[in-house]
């Protein structure tokens, strides 16, 4: 996914949607709200002047202070107004960018859904977007505030006395060298913050789905090792963060306001002097005491625009996701057999992971694709359930290419199971039932035996009503494979593509689970991805795929004759298999 630097608030304001062009007017507000906050300083200087010529009187005083108070009001309804406009519009955004969101999860590839976490989709929807909230609400219509107010009044300063405008600057170039000491490689260390508060948040999830276990057995586990390392480093990369920022935050926050550093002595000097008046010098040692701390809020809102920018970074980066286009009209399918021509797939455009890869897998046949791991199979079978379009050559299915069949069509033809025995949390029974949603009580039991899952179903305390999330951790990886060759099963699919799980290769499990699958395909097209050999020994073809491309193909008799990397495999397979038997034995 490529990145182009753009300005994050352009960014930002692309999402305004209806709210386009309203920021201008709270920023309006908000400038004159800040210039009303000025008003108590003028009223002091304006007072000291008076008391200093003797032209003071109670009633001047008075209509000064309440002209002080009434622009103090002014500014509060101001800013208020500016404020209530800014979070509408911030709002706005916020939800413009979590629909944006919403639509591209339909529009990327099955497969992203499929293979990102859903952690990630709940940090990228609440959490980077919820971040934001607050800089488009505030930062955004009290930036220029923070800039406005304060230049006015060094303005006025300069009028009343240039030598005194410099001197009520002179904290700023020295706030500025602790600052850029604040800033230091701050955008590293945002991410990195940002970056391990997320690992923490995924490897807490890890260690509480594994808590059952880790009591059970009394073990640490490596969950909680993950878990553990991310608290620490989360820990140790805060602090070292903070130790290298301290010193330079306390020094800036102390030395910007602390305008009386330049103003009283320079002042001092000046009236001794007899070059600067009384009335002025006190006008001009108060009014920058006003504006300074407009200014330490410009310091923390560029801060803020460094947030802003580490958080929707990731926003914009699952935006820029390719998008996987079908059509709604159904199509008239032919005979339903699947074509590979000339395939060649990258999954990001830089690795391929498929190259040239042709071949043709009959309707009411076997056709198992075997390799070494990472060669390429779960992808071939990824490309026919259409969750992934080939980046080059063509994939079709019953004389149609996949991307122009309606994704509803394909899946209706389909059953995939895939090789994480994909469990939602709901009750067992609804989970099997999701392969039909028609399908009656009896006919999902009558599923469920057929995958040879029922008796350990019963077993459970809740039965069928269990749900997935609770029985988790209680069932094994074998049978929660079984669970999904029965909801595969219910479904009225003339292809099974089953990506056979690696992990339950213990010959008790193999046995139920290849039971399970013989009855699951009677008449039907099966594609298999196969780690176990003997459950493809018999398919009328069988794939031989070795990093991404397509070596042989033939039955297993011809292969262990024709391809040597075929004859390996099946040796190591007899070898691993014979292994095991002696170990149950
Ligand atoms: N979502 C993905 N994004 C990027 N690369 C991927 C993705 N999924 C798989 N790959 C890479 O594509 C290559 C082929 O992976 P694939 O899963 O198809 O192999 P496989 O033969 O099925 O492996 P295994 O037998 O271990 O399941 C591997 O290098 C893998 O790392």
New binding site residues.
């Given amino acids: 996914m490529k990145e182009k630097k753009e300005n994050p608030i352009k960014v930002l304001f692309g999402f305004a949607g209806e709210a386009r062009g309203k920021m201008p007017l709270s920023v309006i507000l908000a400038i004159i709200g800040e210039l009303f906050g000025m008003a108590p300083f003028f009223a002091v200087a304006l007072l000291a002047n008076q008391v200093y010529t003797g032209e003071a009187t109670i009633q001047g005083a008075a209509l000064i202070a309440g002209a002080a108070a009434l622009c103090m009001i002014l500014r509060t309804y101001l800013t208020l107004k500016s404020s209530l406009r800014s979070h509408g519009i911030s709002f706005t955004i916020l939800k413009n960018i979590r629909c944006a969101i919403a639509d591209k999860m339909r529009r990327v590839p099955m497969?992203v859904m499929l293979?990102t976490p859903s952690g990630t989709f709940k940090t990228l929807m609440v959490d980077n977007v919820g971040r934001l909230e607050d800089i488009i609400a505030h930062i955004v219509p009290e930036l220029p505030s923070a800039v406005a107010a304060p230049f006015a009044s060094i303005l006025l300063v300069f009028a009343l006395d240039w030598r005194m405008g410099l001197a009520s600057l002179i904290t700023i170039p020295l706030s500025l060298i602790f600052m850029v000491g604040m800033m230091q490689g701050y955008s590293k260390k945002m991410a990195t913050y940002l970056q391990s508060g997320n690992e923490m948040n995924a490897a807490l999830v890890e260690y509480i789905g594994g808590i059952q276990v880790i009591k059970a057995f009394g073990q640490t586990g490596r969950s909680f090792g993950r878990f553990s390392d991310s608290v620490h480093f989360f820990h140790d990369s805060t602090l070292a963060w903070w130790r290298q920022s301290w010193f330079w935050m306390a020094g800036f926050k102390a030395v910007l306001p602390s305008t009386l550093l330049g103003t009283l002595p320079i002042g001092g000097w000046l009236y001794m002097n007899g070059t600067l008046s009384l009335p002025l010098l006190l006008a001009c040692i108060i009014i920058p005491v006003g504006f300074m701390p407009q200014l330490m809020k410009l310091g923390f809102g560029l801060e803020q625009f460094a947030y802003m920018a580490a958080n929707l970074n990731p926003i914009r980066s699952f935006l820029a996701n390719p998008e996987q286009h079908r059509p709604n009209m159904m199509v008239t399918l032919g005979k339903r057999d699947f074509t590979f021509d000339h395939v060649g797939f990258s999954?990001?455009g830089k690795?391929t992971?498929l190259h040239d890869v042709s071949f043709m897998a009959r309707p009411g046949e076997v056709t198992a694709i075997v390799?070494?791991?990472?060669?390429?199979?779960?992808?071939?079978?990824?490309l026919m359930a259409g969750f992934w379009d080939a980046t080059s050559g063509s994939v079709q299915y019953g004389g149609h290419e996949i991307k122009d069949i309606p994704f509803q069509q394909l899946m209706s033809e389909i059953s995939y199971v895939a090789?994480d025995n994909f469990l939602f949390d709901k009750s067992i029974r609804e989970n099997i039932r999701m392969g039909n949603p028609m399908a009656s009580d009896a006919e999902v039991e009558a599923a469920a035996s057929a995958a040879n899952c029922h008796d350990f179903i019963i077993a459970l305390e809740n039965g069928y009503d269990t749900l997935a999330g609770d029985a988790g951790d209680l069932l094994s990886g074998g049978e929660r494979q079984r669970i999904t060759i029965a909801r595969a099963m219910l479904k009225p699919a003339s292809v099974v593509i089953l990506?056979e799980a690696?992990a339950y290769a213990d010959p008790e499990n193999e046995a139920e689970i290849q039971q399970a699958i013989n009855r699951l395909v009677t008449g039907k097209t099966l594609i298999v991805?196969a780690?176990r050999l003997s459950t493809i020994r018999n398919a009328n073809q069988i794939l031989v795929?070795d990093k991404?491309q397509l070596i042989a193909s033939g039955t297993h008799d011809r292969l262990r004759e024709a391809c040597p990397l075929y004859e390996t495999m099946w040796q190591q397979y007899i070898g691993a298999a014979d292994i095991a038997e002696k170990e149950e034995l």
């Fill in positions: 497969g293979e999954y990001d690795k992971v390799g070494p791991s990472g060669s390429g199979k779960s992808t071939i079978a990824k090789q990506d690696t991805v780690h795929i991404g």
